[in-house]
């Protein structure tokens, strides 16, 4: 069971920024979405990141071998398979074993959430066989690439690791 909890802070006015974060960390991961990875901890097998979709987007059906925490800071997001929504300041708990689409809702077009991954993500076709997965191991690949690619360097990738 997903568990889903609305925080109603006393100031609606809070605002979480990256505005200073060096736009080259966020990593393409589809044609509006991009990933900023914010820790790789090798050892727990866990990552930290914030995933941001521009306009109508969606992330492959999946399943986690392992919990999944994640926090709304802007728009609103849902799973294909569930009735709700999240908005800026929902959290969720998310099970291991959980099959879902994320995709972006239609109310205000974007999102922005910090994921916390406890494990693998392992993607699905329509009939729950596997066709392909992610652990830290390959997003601390993925992203090394990629901070080579962009101009960061190959090693700041390390900076991030745990």
Known sequence: MVTITETNYANDD???STADIDPRRWMPVGEQAWSLPLMFDRNAGTW???LRVEGAGTVERHRHANPVTGYTLDGTWGYR???????KGSFLYEPAGDIH???V?????????LFHVYGPLIYLDEKDNVIDYDDVFVRIEKYA????EC??????????IR
């Open 14 to 16: 809070l605002e979480i």
């Open 48 to 50: 930290v990141s914030q």
């Open 81 to 87: 398979e569930r009735d709700w929504v999240m908005r």
């Open 101 to 103: 689409t994320l995709y």
């Open 105 to 113: 809702h239609p109310e205000q077009g974007r999102m922005t959430a």
């Open 145 to 148: 690439k990629y901070c080579k």
């Open 151 to 160: 101009g960061l360097g190959e090693d700041f990738v390390r900076t991030l």
